[in-house]
Structures are given as C-alpha cells and as structure tokens.
C-alpha cells in the first residue's frame, strides 16, 4: 500500500501575518465605534418658531433625552409651511441618528394628503409616538346650542348658516370642522385666519360662530364665560375641562381626531442607533417628571414604539385624504 506523504506545513507570510493581526486588532476597534454612538451634538429639528407650542413639548424631551444618551440635544427650528419644511429637511438629513423631528400629524398626515410636498411618510424612521393634544368644539355664548346636533339644527335656520374660524385652510381645525359638517349634516361658512390668535378673539368677539382649539388656548375663555364648550374630541374627557362630554359620548364617535406628536428621524437608521433611540425615547416618557412638564403644555402623555407610531400616522393620512376627496375641498 503506497504511503502518502506528510503535507507539507502551511507557511504564512510575513505579509499576511501583519494583515491578520492588523484585522484581529481592527475588530473590535469597529466594534466599539459602531456601540458608542452617539459620539457628538443630536439636532432636534422643530417645525415651529421659538416660543410657540413646539417648545413645550420639544425642551422636555431633548432634556430628558440629553440625559439618557449623554450628548446635547439642540433644538433646531425651522418654521413655516405647516412644519412642512421642517419635515423636508429631516426626510434629505443623512440616515446617522444625528437628526430627530418632532413631528405632529399636521406635517406628516394632512399636509401631504392635498399637496406635493417633496417627502412622504414613509421617507421616515419612526422613534415612537409622545401623545395627542385634544381639540375643543368651542361657541360663541350668544350661540344657541349645547351640543352637536342642536348647532347642526340652528345652521339651518340662519340663511347663511353658522361660520366658523381656523387658523388656516388645511389645518387640522379646518378639517376637523369639515367632517362635523360632513357628519352633521351642518350649514356652515369657513373663515380662514393667518394663525389661531386672531380666530380666538373673532370668536370671542361673536365675529364668527363656532372653532375648533386645542384647550390651551380655550380653557380660560370657557372657565370665565367668555366661550361655550360643547365637546372635546378626544376618547375620553380631558382635566382641564372635565364637565365637557367626548364627541362619542353626543352621538359622533367618527369626530375623534387630535394633534398627534412623535419623534421621527430619516428613514434607514443603522438598526442598533434605531434601537436606542426608541430605548431612550420609551425611558424619558416614563419619566414623571417628563410626563408633568409635557402635561403643562396640554398634551395627553401616550407613549407608542415605533410600529403602532407609524401605523397611526399613515391611518391619519387616509383618513384625511378621504375627508378632502369626500368634501371636494379645494386647499392648494
């Protein structure tokens, strides 16, 4: 039987043995780059302008989200268009974690519902959902009416029907408004305002009928007398004006809608920075003393993770899309 013969020891180079060890010790060098991040500044990218309602919800959380990731988050405001600029901005940012949005549904789901606006919902990686802010159907107090239906039936018995103010043609009041009269079978005249001060004193003037606001900007005006609630259109109803009945509760459960908010950053986050931003932003709203700062501003604290985040956004777009082609509005 022939004997093989032994083979023959494997040499490496000189050459080889430098690239070997030069890979053993890059390993782990590359390793711990992509486990620390973040290594520099978080821009949160906010669609309003200093002062206004992003503030009260966009200082709490980069605080609370300074903390948790060690890095400084800065507030980056960019205003005008709805927050649709603000929105573009973040869907063209590179994909590093180094740019955060605080988003609301006014950008994200009614916005892009009627208009090109150089960026879709799905040009988004979705954090997770912060919470909703409550509308408030407020009247005039020369309006009589109490609820829903008794408005519906008083804007018919004036030729012109009853008017009603927004801060803007396309807003969420705007739409909001739109589908009670869908739904109620309403008479009424839209009066579009450059902002929600000025419809606020037009109404409390009796200039126009009736509004949709979010309770912080009402709740004074209903408490003194100077403005009459007849829903609120959230599930349940709302601390602040708690003898104010939920929109199901009169019969019109379809009228729930609210500001929805969220932290949202370009689409194609590397999986581990997606995975601790979503950590980071679940640990801050647990955070009691988050949650009372973000209470402050009005906003009803409910956190979601990233998926239920997205999907409620997205059904918020087809369901103001199918508003907008239902009532045939014309918001360009």
Request: proline share 9%; net charge positive; hydrophobic share 45%.
């Amino acid at each position: 039987m022939a004997i093989q013969s032994p083979k023959p020891p494997c040499r490496v180079s000189r050459r080889g043995m430098l690239a070997l060890a030069s890979g053993l010790l890059a390993a782990p060098w590359t390793r711990a780059q992509k486990s620390s991040w973040p290594q520099q500044p978080i821009k949160f990218v906010i669609g309003y302008p200093p002062g206004g309602g992003g503030d009260g919800v966009g200082r709490p959380l980069a605080l609370g989200l300074e903390r948790h990731l060690g890095v400084p988050v800065v507030l980056d405001y960019r205003p005008g268009a709805g927050g649709a600029i603000a929105a573009q901005l973040v869907a063209n940012a590179p994909s590093d974690g180094y740019t955060l949005y605080l988003a609301d549904n006014g950008a994200i789901s009614v916005t892009p519902a009627y208009r090109a606006v150089g960026y879709r919902p799905s040009d988004f990686s979705y954090i997770g959902g912060i919470g909703e802010l409550p509308m408030v159907l407020v009247v005039h107090p020369e309006v009589q009416a109490e609820d829903i239906r008794e408005l519906a039936a008083l804007s018919h018995k004036r030729p012109k029907g009853l008017s009603y103010a927004s801060g803007g043609v396309g807003s969420i009041p705007h739409l909001e408004a739109e589908m009670m009269r869908l739904e109620a079978r309403m008479n009424t005249v839209h009066v579009a305002y450059k902002g929600s001060g000025q419809a606020s004193t037009d109404l409390i003037s009796g200039v126009v009928d009736f509004a949709f606001f979010a309770p912080t900007g009402v709740a004074q005006h209903v408490q003194s007398g100077r403005l009459k609630a007849l829903a609120v259109t959230t599930r349940e109803r709302i601390p602040v004006l708690p003898s104010v009945p939920t929109v199901a509760e009169l019969g019109f459960p379809s009228l729930q809608a609210t500001y929805m908010s969220g932290v949202l950053a370009p689409r194609n986050l590397p999986p581990a920075v997606f995975d601790r931003l979503a950590a980071a932003l679940s640990t801050v709203l647990a955070d009691p003393e988050v949650v009372r700062n973000l209470e402050a501003s009005g906003l009803v604290v409910a956190h979601r993770a990233p998926a239920p985040a997205r999907d409620a956004f997205e059904r918020d777009l087809d369901r103001w899309r199918n508003l907008i082609k239902a009532a045939n509005l014309k918001l360009d």
